[in-house]
């Protein structure tokens, strides 16, 4: 893959110290934090590429959903139970092999605008109801 230098290094050592992380000895008493990822950049810059190349070099599972279409529970859209069995899919229901996964969650700038557009909608009109 060519370009994304800075980005390819940051996701080398996030990879890096969550195998770490997961493989240590709990007897060293050395406390590894959790290793998430938030990938920022504007659209065909090449995010979900490189995590699509990540999952295909470590060899896990992954999944990729669109922030767009998750819901709060009892509403209607995706949940993060349907993600995770999206992961499990993936893994070809291997529960072990599900566990290394990726989850990708796209689109999350997406969600930002919707909640501003709304918040001055509702301003502008209290009484107006959007779903």
């Known amino acids: 893959m060519v ?3 800075h980005a390819k290094k940051v996701m080398s050592v996030a990879v890096y110290n969550h ?3 997961i493989n240590s000895d709990r007897k060293d008493e050395i406390e590894i934090e959790k290793s998430n990822m938030l990938m920022v950049g504007p659209t065909g810059s090449g995010k979900t ?3 699509k190349t990540l999952a295909r070099l470590l060899d896990v ?3 990729i959903t ?3 279409s998750l819901t709060e529970a009892g509403y209607i859209g995706d949940d993060i139970e349907s993600v995770v069995s999206k992961l ?3 893994a ?3 529960v072990d092999r599900a566990e290394h996964g990726i989850i990708f969650i796209d689109e999350i700038d997406k969600i930002a605008k919707k909640e501003i557009h709304i918040s001055v909608t509702s301003a502008a009109n209290p009484y107006s109801r959007e779903c």
Do not use: C, F, M, S
Request: net charge negative; hydrophobic share 40%.
């Open 3 to 5: 370009g994304q230098e």
């Open 19 to 21: 195998y770490k992380r």
């Open 49 to 51: 590429y490189l995590v």
């Open 61 to 63: 599972p992954l999944a």
């Open 66 to 68: 669109d922030a767009t």
């Open 88 to 90: 499990l899919a993936a």
């Open 92 to 94: 070809d229901n291997d």
